[in-house]
């Protein structure tokens, strides 16, 4: 049985991440939550959607019973993510719950690299490499962490989700 994550390397290149965090980096906020360790910026008309769709695509094509799901869904909340040195989102978490009932799918862009990552529960970790993608649950079976980067680098990336929509097929 497979573990439903997806992981691509060298989907986006180093000039392509290096452009993301200068046209972002400046212009981040604080989260009302200030435990999620991150400023952000949330971005509603991204340079690179065809990319983030390609990697649907691809993952409906590894796990072909998502497509089988009652509802259709759609990308939602596209956001860029800055951790500053010594911070990290380092809570178990899972990004289903009663405050985001519809996401079905979560999808990281790692930006920079470092010696640090995602960390599932079930011990599975994603190194942080420039222009790696996963794309995973977004229910309690993919409980995760963010760790903080042990060379004290700051840390960039982007998220997004797929969410159940009422309206029709992805958008």
Partial sequence: MSNYILILKNVFNKDECNEIIDMYKNSCIE?????????????????????????????????????????????????????????????????????????????????????????????????????KVILFPAYFTHTHRGQVCPDNKDRFLLTGYLEFNEKGDLE
């Fill in 31 to 131: 989260p009302k939550n200030k435990y999620l360790g991150y400023l952000y910026k949330d971005i509603n008309n991204f340079k690179y959607i065809q990319k983030l769709f390609k990697i649907i695509d691809k993952y409906k094509q590894q796990f072909e019973e998502i497509n089988l799901t009652a509802s259709k869904w759609k990308l939602n909340n596209i956001r860029f993510k800055h951790f500053k040195s010594g911070t990290s989102f380092n809570s178990w978490h899972s990004e289903h719950n009663l405050t985001y009932p519809n996401r079905l799918l979560s999808i990281q862009v790692y930006l920079s690299d470092h010696n640090c990552g995602t960390e599932f529960f079930n011990g599975k970790v994603v190194k942080s490499e420039i222009g």
